[in-house]
């Protein structure tokens, strides 16, 4: 199981990145897929998550400012990040899995991060 992402970078505040993940070896379809991110010194947090019903929710501190979308068909989850903060400098981590009673939404799959940096 891979999780590859990219987009990561630096950008002035105010401006926009788009993130993707590229996922192999899994059941893309059944899954969910989620970005989390975690700054430093902070605890790692769920900014974003797209059931694979396409139902979708977001951390209150991005909503209105993220989209997270998915394409079935290349395996794909992104991350639309616009008007950036310098508060949303952080590693971000995509991840995925298939929703149980046992596990919830909790991910089995993470991929490596990608650093995002919003300069004030």
């Known amino acids: 199981v891979q999780l590859q992402a990219s987009g990561g970078g630096l950008v002035q505040a105010g401006g926009s990145l788009r993130l993707s993940c590229v996922a192999s070896?899994?059941?893309?379809?059944?899954?969910?897929l989620a970005w989390y991110r975690q700054a430093p010194g902070k605890a790692r947090e769920l900014v974003a998550r797209i059931t694979s019903g396409g139902r979708t929710n977001y951390l209150d501190s991005v909503q209105g400012r993220f989209t997270i979308s998915r394409d079935n068909a290349n395996d794909t989850v992104s991350l639309q990040m616009n008007s950036l903060k310098p508060e949303d400098t952080a590693v971000y981590y995509c991840?995925?899995?298939?929703?149980?009673?046992?596990?919830?939404?909790?991910?089995?799959?993470w991929g490596q991060g990608t650093l995002v940096t919003v300069s004030s």
């Open positions: 070896r899994i059941s893309f379809i059944r899954s969910f």
């Open positions: 991840a995925a899995g298939e929703y149980s009673t046992g596990r919830a939404y909790r991910p089995q799959y």
